[in-house]
Structure formats: structure tokens, C-alpha cells
T-cell receptor, first 118, second 113 residues
Framework: GAVVSQHPSRVICKSGTSVKIECRSL??????MFWYRQFPKQSLMLMAT?????????EQGVEKDKFLINHASLTLSTLTVTSAHPEDSSFYIC??????????????FGPGTRLTVL | GENVEQHPSTLSVQEGDSAVIKCTYS??????FPWYKQELGKGPQLIID?????GEKKDQRIAVTLNKTAKHFSLHITETQPEDSAVYFC????????????FGAGTILRVKS
């Protein structure tokens, strides 16, 4: 199957700083990527849909000015958590859809990034 | 919009026994139903999926069944092994929703050896 990577895998930052998380599709071009947040012992919550070359679509309740998404190329989407606060501490996971694959709907998930804000 | 409910929230089975996890969905137009396995500290991995034009799909010890009339689908794991222990999530998707996956709440599966 297709491979999606994330970097970094783990980050600890001070309150008020910004953190950038990268999501890459390694062996396919992803026109659409998705960003999820997962709190401990909970399910994945979709934050936004990232489309290459256009603005991201945010889910209700997600602050677009706080969670900046850039999908500048067909293999890279970035999520920047601006002015991070302890309540932003979470597991952030991206996924990508391979439009050339046999399954139009299948999404491939990255390994996740653990963000801890002190 | 779509809503997916998943049961049970936790499931403990003895090694070698079968495990069944059930999900129901609300939108009859949903047409793709994947199952993901998530190990601690890792991203979800697709283990099996089924489309609305199929009633059952099997891959070695894993099978998924779909009942469109009742709007529910189930994951069946046979001959469970300790390495099957993980959190399992079901999801549903409708293409017209922009391929947005709607996840169930997850099931913690513990396989006791």
C-alpha cells in the first residue's frame, strides 16, 4: 500500500510558540490530505481537508487562524499550530488519498505526531 | 450528516477465540466502510474494507460483513492472537461528502494468552 510519513514524530514546545508538522506521501501524489486530532482514549476527529493548490476546508469548531494548513505540492501538506497552549497537546495524524489507486475512497494514514505543550 | 456507532467499547477474548465488533451507520447513502487497527502511539492502519455492493469480504483471519438494509457492518477476527490486541475503528464514507471518513468511537481488543 501507499506510504505516508509525518515529521516530527514527537515534539515538546513551550506555551505561546508555533509548531509545524509535515505530512508527506512517499510513493504517490496526493491531491487531497486530511488532518485529524486524537485525544487519549478517543476516536479520530477530522480537523480539516487539505487540497493541493487551494485553501483548506476546516471542520466546524476548528480555528483556521490557529491551525494553519498549507498544501503546496502534491506530496506535502503542513499543519502549523500557532501560539500553542497546553490544551493543544494531542496526537495529530494526517492521511492522504491516492487518486490513481484502485480505491477512490481509501485513505492512507501517517504514523502521527505527538504534540506536548508545556 | 453521517453518524457511526461502534460496540463494544472494550472486548477481551482468549487467544484462539473469535472476536466480533459491530458498527451501525445512519446515512443509507454511505458506500464505503473501512476498518482500521491502531496500536499504541501509532497511526491507524487499514486492515480490511467493504463497499456497499458487496455483502462480505474475507482476508485470511479477518472478515467484514455488511447489511445495507439494517445499516450495520461487522468485523470478525478468527483464531485471535496476542498481536491482534489493539484499538479497532470502523468508519463510513460517502463520496459526496468529499471523502470524509466518519469514525466510530473505537473498540479496545485484548487477546489474553
Amino acid at each position: 500500500g501507499a506510504v505516508v510519513s509525518q515529521h516530527p514524530s514527537r515534539v515538546i514546545c513551550k506555551s505561546g510558540t508555533s509548531v509545524k508538522i509535515e505530512c508527506r506521501s512517499l510513493d504517490f501524489q496526493a491531491t487531497t490530505m486530511f488532518w485529524y486530532r486524537q485525544f487519549p482514549k478517543q476516536s479520530l476527529m477530522l480537523m480539516a481537508t487539505s487540497n493541493e493548490g487551494s485553501k483548506a476546508t476546516y471542520e466546524q469548531g476548528v480555528e483556521k487562524d490557529k491551525f494553519l494548513i498549507n498544501h503546496a505540492s502534491l506530496t506535502l501538506s503542513t499543519l502549523t499550530v500557532t501560539s500553542a497552549h497546553p490544551e493543544d497537546s494531542s496526537f495529530y495524524i494526517c492521511s492522504a488519498r491516492d487518486p490513481s489507486g484502485s480505491s477512490y475512497n481509501e485513505q492512507f494514514f501517517g504514523p502521527g505526531t505527538r504534540l506536548t505543550v508545556l | 450528516g453521517e453518524n457511526v456507532e461502534q460496540h463494544p467499547s472494550t472486548l477481551s477474548v482468549q487467544e484462539g477465540d473469535s472476536a466480533v465488533i459491530k458498527c451501525t451507520y445512519s446515512d443509507s447513502a454511505s458506500n464505503y466502510f473501512p476498518w482500521y487497527k491502531q496500536e499504541l502511539g501509532k497511526g491507524p492502519q487499514l486492515i480490511i474494507d467493504i463497499r456497499s455492493n458487496v455483502g462480505e469480504k474475507k482476508d485470511q483471519r479477518i472478515a467484514v460483513t455488511l447489511n445495507k438494509t439494517a445499516k450495520h457492518f461487522s468485523l470478525h477476527i478468527t483464531e485471535t492472537q496476542p498481536e491482534d490486541s489493539a484499538v479497532y475503528f470502523c468508519a463510513a464514507i460517502k463520496r459526496e461528502y468529499g471523502n470524509k471518513l466518519v469514525f466510530g468511537a473505537g473498540t479496545i481488543l485484548r487477546v489474553k494468552s
